[in-house]
């Protein structure tokens, strides 16, 4: 199992962590399975789509700010609830194919960390199986 450290920089952020989903397959010698990328935080995610336009994951933000906006009426006494609601609907991990050594994306495809309780330290763990 490989563990990627991100530090985060603002409070709603996504952050393109293929590059170094794909590092940790060529070190862990996968030539031909399956990797889980995983985050063990409750106010965070990841998921896959577009990069190629960075106005999707900017997108992809604002929609989910205006489903679950920061300021409601939730109980929970920490202030972070719409995180918490939002890491529940994106969730915490993602599957991907790999072949040849390469991680299996489409052509605008990236891996994504999502932020939604920063600036924080954050982990992302991807093991993979043959």
């Known amino acids: ?4 450290s991100l530090q985060t920089r603002a409070r709603f952020e996504m952050i393109d962590i293929t590059a170094a989903v ?3 397959a060529h070190e862990a010698k996968i030539n031909s ?6 985050t063990p935080h409750t106010t965070a995610a990841i998921t896959i789509n577009e990069n190629a336009d960075p106005d999707v994951p900017r997108d992809i933000l604002a929609a989910l700010d205006r489903a679950v906006p920061f ?3 939730y109980r929970h006494a920490e202030g972070n609830s719409a995180a918490h609601v939002k890491s529940s609907l ?3 991990s993602e599957m991907v194919i790999i072949e040849n050594g390469n991680v299996i994306l489409g052509t605008w495809q990236s891996i994504f960390f ?5 600036p924080r330290t954050r982990k992302v ?6």
């Open 1 to 4: 199992m490989k563990e990627i």
């Open 22 to 24: 794909q590092k940790a």
């Open 33 to 38: 399975g399956i990797g889980l990328v995983y």
């Open 71 to 73: 300021s409601s009426n």
């Open 90 to 92: 994106v969730g915490a």
């Open 114 to 118: 999502c932020e939604f309780d920063g």
């Open 125 to 130: 763990f991807v093991k993979f199986f043959s």
